[in-house]
Structure formats: C-alpha cells, structure tokens
C-alpha cells in the first residue's frame, strides 16, 4: 500500500526527533544532527507549497521563512560555540531567535484567520489564554530577571524577551486553537508544532535558570515541532483557509473548562508564592494579571449576552419567513391576519398553482423551487404597498389585504402575472394560478380560522372550475360539506365492500365477436342508492381514495378474469381505467405486475386504459405509464381526441389502442363535416400502427358507418351494456349481423359476454 508523503515525512521525522537523545551532548555530531532535522523540516514545508499549491501561499512561505530564521539561530549558536569554545551571552543568534517569533506570528496569525466574519469572541478568549501564560512567565521570570540590578541591562533585555517572545506566539497559537473551523489536519498539526515549541521554550527557561539545561530530550521536543510544522505543509489539507461564515460560534463544556483554568492562574500564583515565600509575593503583577482577566472576562459575557440577543433576533426572523422564497411564512401570515381581523375587516387570498407538481415531477426538486422563487417574487411585485403577501407551504401562497378594496382586480392581475412563462432549469415552464377570495363577515367576523377556511373552500372551488378565482358564499359550503360526506361514505363504502364490477364488451367489425372487456366499477350506498362514477371518482381522486379503490378494481378484474380462463369463456383481453393519481404513485407498477402473479395473469392479457389528461404534464406519470409497458402490459389512450396534444402523446407514450372518444362517433351517419374527424383518427392509428376503438356506438348505422371508415373495434350499448362477471354463461362469443342496419337491436346486444384474461 501507498504511504502518503505527509505520513511518511512524519514518521521518519518523529524516529529522528526520538532518537536524539542517543547522540552525546554537544558533540559535533549532534549539532549537525539538530540543524540537519531544521532544515530538512524547512525543505518539507516548500515542499509542500510547491505541491499543494494553497489558497494563502503567501502565509505558508513567510512561516518557512520565521522557522528558517530560527534555525540560522540554532546554526550560528553551534557555529558560535565551536569557534569560541563557549557562547557568549548575548549575541547574534539571540538576535536571530527573537527575530524569528514575530515571524511566526505573523505567519500562524494569517494562516488561522480565514475568511469571513471575525470571531470578537474567539480573541477574547485567546487574549485570556495570552494573559494568564504571560501572568506565569512575568512572575516567574520577566520581574525576578528586572529586578536583578546586577546583571548588565542588555542581558536582562535579551532574557526577558524569550518569554515575552514565547507569550506573542500563544496569542497566535490560541487565537487558532480557539476557531473550531481550523480543525482541520493540517492546522491541527500547526498548532501541535507551535505548542511543542513552546512547551520547549518554557523548560529551557526554567532549566536555564537554574543552570541545569543540557539538551537532550528539550532538543527533541524542538525537532518534533519542526516535524510537525513539515508534515503540515505537506497535507492536503492546506490548501484552503478555513471558512469563518460557516461556523456556528458557541462555548462548548471544553473551552469553558479552558477558560477556567485560565482565569484562576492569578489566585493559584498568589497561593503558590504564599506558600513559597510569602514576604517576597510579586502584589502588583499579580494583582494588574487578575483585574485584566477579569476585565477580559467580563467583556467575554457582554459579547455572549449581545450574541444571544442577535441570534433571537435572526431565530424570530427566520422562524416568521420562508426559507426557499424570502416571503412571510404561514405563522406569520396567521399572527397578521388576526392582527387585522381584530381591527378591521380584512381580504384574504389563498393561491394554489395549477400544474406545479407536473413541473416538480417531470424536471426535479430543483426545477421546481426555481419556479416557486419566481412566482413568489411575482406575487410580492404585483401586491399593492400594506399588503402582505406570504408562502403558506408546498406550491400555496396567501395575500392579506388591510384595507379589503379591489381584492377580484389584484386576483385577476395575479392570476396574469402567474401565468407568463417563467425560465426555470433552462426550460420556459407555464403554470397557473386558482385563487379564492375570502374576508371576516358573517359568521366569520373576527375569526381569522373561519376566514382563511373560508378562503380554502373559495380556492378549491377556483380550482374545479378550471383554475379561475372565486369569492366564498355559503353555496360553496354546501358543496365542501357534501364532498366530505361523500369522501367519508367512499372510505366507509370500501370497507363495507359496496362497490363492485361490471364489464362491458369491445367487440370485432363486422362480425362483432368479443375481443376484450372494459371493466368499470360501481357503487350502490345503502342510502344514497348507485353513486355514479363521475359522481364519486372525482372525489376519490381529490382525497386520494382512488389510489386505494384502483388497486381493489384491478384485483377484482383479474381474479374475474383468471375465473373466466378456467371456465374457457375468456376473451383476449380486458382493460381497466388508472387515473393520474395512481400513475404519480412511485410504487404502482410494482403493485400491478404482484397482482397480475398473484392472480396468474399473463401480462400480454391485461390493457390499462389512461386519459390524455392523466399523462399531459409528463414527469411521473409518463415513466410510469412507460415501466407498465415495458412489464409487457398493453397501453390505451381513453377518450383520444378530447385532450390537450393528442397527436404529440403519440410520439411520447408507448401506445398501442386508441379509444376514439363517443363525441366523434355520435354523429358519425351524418352528411358532411361530421364524420371527417373520425376518419381522420383511424387514419392516423392505421399509419401509427395502431388498434381503434370507436367508444359509444349505440346504433347499427354507427356500426356501418363506423365499418365503411375502416374501424375494425368498437365499444357501445349498441353491443353490450355493462354487466357483472357472473352474468355471463354463454360459450358463444360473437354478435351476429352486427353491422347489419336491419337487424334488431335486441338480435345485437349481448345479453351475456365472455371476460378475458
């Protein structure tokens, strides 16, 4: 396996780094041992630039220049010694050493800033960290080495400035410790490296000033920060500087704990010294530490009380608008509206758009909240100034008018401003708009629940008048009752098994022998009497019911059917309706090809019979139309000619019948233009390769006629009403004389007719 450089870089420069205590002291090898890893540590970081190529080069390079100065340091000082026999105390690599700090301050400060909105409070808390480091050095080190009056003044300045030098680099060091968007690896590595070097830097001191440093493993900790420092540059991770507006800022549990420690430096020095000594207890550095960090922390709470004060701020904003379209929210809309129901007599207007969930399915999520932006932002630029205008959820939008005036002018203008093509996903998409109109009068007056359901019932009848706008009368309420009742007695009807099946034959021209069934369903209420199905289907469609009721009417058609195979009576095939509602269910053909096994049905057998109204919008519908097919399932196009783009579904959906709707074959026998459209449409399912059936032949004239055109099936009263399965027991399977004009009608009709499989 491939080991990375950056991990190969860093587990040879840790066994070095290790390894140096094995070397004697201050021989001339482990001087070159030393300057050997700086340098090498230095390579690795250009290295690294050159390769990773980060965002903020310029920082990386001038951090390998402050570690390049320190190790010029480390040279000259060995230099220095080995010339000399000893080092003199100062001299140039002091000068060296202490340039190099700023340096890499400079550098790690750029390295850990990032971009974005700066963290107040993240330097208040590295200033608390710098405060209480630089508290330890001042009165273990900085004040003791002042106040020696014997010691020459450059001395003192030279030995004060290691740790002052040491106490810069933790402001740098803290500063990106406490960004949690700088926990990135190779950041992380920087900040171990840097602490590292300033664990060094503080035992070197303490050992100096005692006279007991020999190097050794101090050293080591050196080397490991230069490997740190190598393997950073070298990881891939360095190449983007993190991204402020991303983070979240908050003070978890380890950061307070941090901050803790921190903060009790002052007091833990006064007990340490008061112990040691307590007539020689540094008073006054110790107490100006304390008031800083306390002032430092101080500041810290008013910065958390001003950060939870805008985060409410920006939570209430938020909780009250629309996250996709920037619009007030439906709670916002609903505190508004009983806001102004209380005080006036407001206008509601409730939007819901036509065609949305055909965008939605066809083009994606994506596409679709495009197209909801650019409504939104139509609907705000067309309200008047006071109205508010708001997202209610989904594809649903609410205008509040104060002041109530012109409410069917501004839904007319909406209704306009809706319906121009709007570019969404690189498509001209085209919807619509149905619109009701509501305001608390009545039994409404200054309920805003009563008034925005008012508004409901308004748009929905909007919507099953095509899409219009409409303004609540109590008539509407009626019809919204009834439909609730109906939908009740449609759920209830399911469970108490009312409906059932009849069949109704498609039969062959001219001899009228029985090709396939159409299954229709029925329902008979204990009260109501037989519901009809235009009557009960629309509501099952608008309540979902007919997902559940169309995979009833399937499993009963095709146990009818495999009843009827072994019986022998059965004919090819039989149809069953699916509405636009089942095809947009994701699951529906997996549903139909278990029944069909489960019933032993051959595919080949089974005809689903769906409108041009069904499959128009395309997206979910049209796949799934196209999974039927491809199960083996023959498709018909029901009432073909009646539609949006008949002729262009044909060129989309895997067709095989077209069931010419009844209104081109009443008028079929007529002279003239009555029967040019039905010629038209089998010459067209003729070219296409298409079978046609004509729908609604109640006369044998139609029939002839019908049969002259060159129909070759055909579906009407005039061969069969619709009967149920067990109706059934003739073995004969043709209608005689059926496109004769002096037959009977009773010698045409099909008393009985075979189902099929």
Same mark, same amino acid.
């Given at each position: ?133 630089? !508290? ?213 207007? !409730? ?407």
């Amino acid at each position: 396996m491939r080991v990375p450089l950056w991990a190969g870089w860093l587990t040879v420069a840790f066994v070095a780094a290790l390894c140096f205590p094995l070397v004697p002291d201050d021989s001339l090898p482990a001087k070159i041992y030393v300057n050997t890893v700086g340098l090498s540590g230095v390579v690795a970081m250009v290295v690294g630039v050159l390769r990773n190529r980060p965002e903020n080069r310029s920082a990386w390079l001038l951090f390998a220049a402050g570690v390049l100065t320190f190790v010029s340091g480390d040279i000259t000082y060995d230099v220095t010694e080995l010339r000399l026999g000893e080092y003199p105390y100062p001299y140039w690599a002091d000068l060296l050493y202490l340039s190099a700090y700023p340096i890499l301050w400079l550098a790690l400060s750029r390295l850990g800033r990032g971009h974005g909105e700066r963290d107040r409070g993240g330097i208040i808390d590295a200033a608390v960290i710098s405060t209480g480091i630089g !508290l330890i050095f001042w009165v273990t080190v900085v004040g003791p080495t002042l106040a020696d009056a014997g010691s020459p003044i450059l001395d003192r300045l030279v030995t004060i400035g290691y740790p002052l030098a040491d106490v810069l680099l933790t402001t740098a060091v803290a500063r990106m410790l406490t960004r949690p968007e700088n926990r990135t690896t190779s950041l992380r590595l920087m900040s171990a490296g840097a602490i590292l070097m300033l664990t060094g830097d503080l035992v070197y001191t303490t050992m100096s000033s005692t006279g007991v440093y020999t190097g050794g493993y101090v050293d080591s900790v050196f080397l490991m920060a230069y490997a740190c420092w190598g393997c950073a540059a070298l990881h891939p991770s360095m190449r983007q500087r993190p991204d402020t507006t991303l983070t979240a800022q908050q003070i978890g549990r380890s950061r307070l704990a941090l901050l803790m420690i921190f903060t009790l430096i002052a007091p833990g020095l006064l007990f340490a010294e008061g112990f040691a000594d307590p007539t020689s207890i540094a008073w006054r550095s110790i107490g100006i530490g304390a008031v800083a960090l306390f002032l430092l922390v101080v500041f810290r709470m008013w910065g958390l009380v001003q950060q939870v004060k805008s985060q409410a701020t920006r939570l209430g904003d938020l909780a009250m608008h629309d996250a996709l379209t920037g619009l007030d929210n439906r709670r916002a809309f609903e505190q508004e509206l009983t806001t102004a129901v209380a005080s006036g007599a407001p206008t509601v207007l !409730l939007l819901d758009l036509n065609g949305f969930k055909a965008v939605n399915d066809r083009f994606g999520h994506a596409v679709g909240d495009e197209l909801l932006v650019a409504v939104a932002q139509r609907i705000a630029g067309t309200v008047p100034s006071g109205a508010l205008a708001a997202r209610m959820g989904g594809d649903e939008f609410a205008v509040l008018l104060p002041d109530g005036r012109d409410a069917e002018d501004l839904a007319v203008r909406l209704r306009a401003a809706i319906h121009r093509p709007v570019l969404a996903g690189g498509h001209d998409l085209l919807v619509g708009a149905s619109i009701g109109i509501a305001e608390p009068v009545g039994a409404a007056a200054g309920d805003p629940v009563e008034t925005l359901r008012r508004a409901d019932v308004a748009m929905y009848a909007a919507k099953a008048d095509g899409g219009r706008y409409r303004t609540y009368a109590d008539d509407l309420d009626d019809a919204a009752g009834e439909e609730a009742r109906l939908g009740a007695d449609l759920r209830a009807g399911l469970d108490r098994g009312e409906f059932h099946l009849v069949y109704q034959p498609i039969v062959e021209l001219p001899n009228g022998a029985v090709s396939a069934v159409e299954s229709l369903v029925r329902w008979t209420h204990p009260e109501r009497g037989n519901v009809p199905p235009d009557v009960f289907i629309p509501v099952a469609e608008r309540n979902g019911l007919i997902v559940e009721l169309g995979e009833w009417i399937l499993r009963t058609a095709c146990l009818q059917y495999a009843d009827w195979w072994r019986q022998g009576i059965a004919p090819e095939r039989f149809g069953v309706n699916v509405s636009a509602r089942q095809l947009a269910e994701p699951a529906f053909p997996h549903i139909v090809a278990a029944i069909l096994a489960e019933t032993g049905i051959h595919p080949t057998r089974l005809v689903v019979e769906v409108t041009e109204t069904a499959v128009f919008g395309g997206g979910a519908e049209v796949r799934t139309v196209q999974e039927l097919n491809d199960l083996g399932i023959s498709i018909a196009l029901d009432d073909f000619g009646t539609g949006h783009s008949s002729l262009g579904l044909l060129q989309t959906l895997p067709v095989q019948v077209l069931k010419v709707d009844k209104s081109f074959v009443e008028n079929v026998t007529m002279a003239g233009r009555h029967a040019v459209i039905a010629t038209s449409l089998i010459q067209v399912a003729n070219g296409l390769g298409l079978v046609a059936v004509a729908e609604g032949v109640e006369t044998a004239e139609q029939a002839a006629e019908l049969y002259r055109l060159g129909y070759r099936r055909a579906q009407g009263y005039h061969f069969g009403r619709p009967v149920p399965g067990s109706a059934h027991r003739s073995s004969s399977s043709t209608v005689t004389a059926a496109v004769d004009p002096g037959s009977s009608d009773s010698a045409l009709r099909m008393a009985r007719f075979t189902g099929s499989t």
